[in-house]
C-alpha cells in the first residue's frame, strides 16, 4: 500500500502546484492588461499582439494542461483505490485459504493418527479369526459333540383353543 500513499501524496503536491500557477496565471494576466492600458492608441493593441498574446495563450495551454494533469491525478487516486480494496480483498481471501489449509491439515493428521489407531487395533483379528475357525473345524470333527437338532416344530406355540 505504499505506492498508493506515494500517488496520493504527489496528487495533492500537483494540486498545490497547479493552484500556484494559477494564482501566478492570474496575476501576470492582470500585469499584462495594466502594461497594456498605459497607452490609449494603436501601440497598445500591436505591443499586446506582439509581445503579450502569445504569452497569455502559453499562459492558458499551461492552465488546460493544470487542468487535464488534475483530471489524470483523479483517475489515478480511483484505480489506486480500487487496487488497494482489491489488494485487501486478496489478503482477505488468502487467510481464508490459509485458515481452510491448517484446518484440512490438522483433519488429515487426525484421519492419520485414527487409521493407526484402527490398524494397531484391528491387526490381530485375522489371526484370531483363524483361531476361532480352527477350533470350530477341530469341535466339529470331535466324535462326541453333535450339534443340536434343528427344531422341527411349527414356528407358534400350539393354541389351547385350537379344536382338535
Known amino acids: 500500500m505504499q505506492f498508493a500513499s506515494t500517488i496520493r501524496e504527489a496528487a495533492t503536491r500537483i494540486d498545490e502546484a497547479t493552484a500556484v500557477y ?39 495551454e499551461g492552465e488546460r494542461l493544470c487542468r487535464q494533469f488534475t483530471d489524470l491525478c483523479e483517475t489515478a487516486k480511483r484505480h489506486v483505490d480500487d487496487a488497494e480494496s482489491q489488494l485487501s480483498a486478496s489478503f482477505a481471501l488468502q487467510s481464508g485459504y490459509e485458515a481452510s489449509t491448517e484446518q484440512a491439515t490438522n483433519l488429515l493428521d487426525e484421519s492419520d493418527k485414527l487409521t493407526t489407531r484402527v490398524n494397531g487395533d484391528t491387526g490381530p483379528l485375522p489371526e484370531q479369526i483363524r483361531t476361532v475357525e480352527e477350533t470350530v473345524d477341530e469341535a466339529s470333527r470331535d466324535p462326541g459333540w453333535k450339534p443340536n437338532p434343528p427344531y422341527a416344530g411349527s414356528a407358534k406355540p400350539p393354541d389351547s383353543r385350537q379344536r382338535t
Open 22 to 60: 494559477r494564482f501566478k496565471a492570474r496575476q501576470t494576466s492582470s500585469e499584462y492588461d495594466d502594461l497594456a492600458a498605459r497607452w490609449a492608441d494603436s501601440r497598445a493593441r500591436q505591443f499586446d499582439q506582439q509581445h503579450l498574446q502569445a504569452e497569455r495563450e502559453a499562459m492558458e
